[in-house]
Each structure stands twice: as C-alpha cells, then as structure tokens.
C-alpha cells in the first residue's frame, strides 16, 4: 500500500518502501508540521546519498548537523534531531541488524510486543510509539495479535487523530484540524 503523508510524491514513495525513512520521519514529527517532518527522510536521502542505518550511525555528527540545516531545512533543531536520528539509527543498526521492519516483523510479534520494541527506541515515547504502531496497522498491513487495542485511541477504527490516519490532502487536513481542537481544549484547561 502506497502512504500520502505528505504533498511530495517523492518523499511519500520513499517512505512507502523504506521503513527506516519511516521510522526517521515519525521521530522528527515534533515541534513542526506533520507533512514537514515526513519530508524530512527524503531531504536526508538526497544531501547523504543513502538513508541507511549503517550508513547514518557512521556518518560524521558535525556534517550530519550541516545536512539538516541546508535549506529546506530537515527540522527547526538540526543539531537536537541530527543526533536523535544518529541516535535512532545506531538503535536499529545494533538491535535490528540494521532491519528497521525488523522491529514489527521478527518472530511474528504481537501489537503490545512491537508498543514495547518502539518505545525502546532512542526518541520514541508512548504516545509516538502508539502513533506509529496505529500507522503499521491501518495503513502498512501490521496484523499482530491486538495491535488496536496497544495503540488505543491512535488504533481505533474510524478515527481522523494523527499521521496513521492520514491518506489524502483531505484526512491531512481533518487530523490538523483535531490536533488544533485539542491544543484549544489543553489551553483551556489551564485557564479554568
């Protein structure tokens, strides 16, 4: 299945069939906007020539911090998320044999099994472990055991609340739309 997460065919193909690229993407998804950070694989891609663990873990921090900061820039931090990206790709090239897909595919894990895989990477919390496992199951054909009910709310069917939800300008814009109700809703909050 071909992903739309973005408006650039080139980024969305790459992160179609490169489950690392996807794995970066979802992790520089803070701090700017969904469609920005999900470019950000490609733009990596094109300024090193490759986006392969083995390939990120060994590249120079100081030069990798320069290719996020080329204009477009890959993220408004690039000292922070080069490192977070480094950091993430020598994860998977240590635990995974530099396999990204590895993570959701070996032994035939369950939902709850590949929560606790992602949360152990370097940047991946709950909630974005949670978010990235509902994008394996509603849109890269993840089918272990619960993986709904280990992604919840993200999982639930029916549902416009973040990227795994995404698949058209139109769902872009429905999912930005709920982010900005909630973020309302938080401040809110505070105020009463």
Not at 30 to 47: D, H, L
Not at 74 to 90: D, E, I, K
Request: net charge negative.
């Amino acid at each position: 299945m071909a992903l739309h997460l973005t408006d650039d065919p080139a980024a969305d193909d790459l992160l179609t069939r490169n489950p690392l690229a996807l794995l970066i993407g979802m992790l520089l998804d803070q701090q700017i906007a969904m469609e920005t950070a999900f470019t950000g694989p490609v733009k990596i891609e094109q300024r090193v020539g490759s986006i392969d663990a083995a390939t990120l873990t060994g590249y120079d921090p100081e030069k990798l911090v320069e290719v996020f900061r080329q204009t477009p820039a890959v993220h408004r931090y690039p000292g922070s998320m080069a490192a977070r990206v480094q950091a993430l790709c020598t994860a998977v090239e240590q635990d995974w044999g530099g396999d990204a897909s590895a993570i959701w595919t070996r032994d035939d894990p369950s939902g709850a099994e590949v929560l606790k895989r992602l949360k152990a990477l370097p940047g991946y919390g709950e909630m974005k472990a949670k978010i990235f496992l509902a994008l394996l199951g509603k849109q890269c054909g993840f089918e272990g055991d619960g993986w709904r009910a280990a992604s919840a709310p993200y999982g639930d069917e029916g549902t416009l609340r973040s990227v795994a939800d995404i698949t058209s300008p139109e769902t872009l814009a429905k999912v930005r739309e709920f982010k900005r109700e909630m973020k309302a809703a938080a401040r809110a909050a505070k105020k009463g």
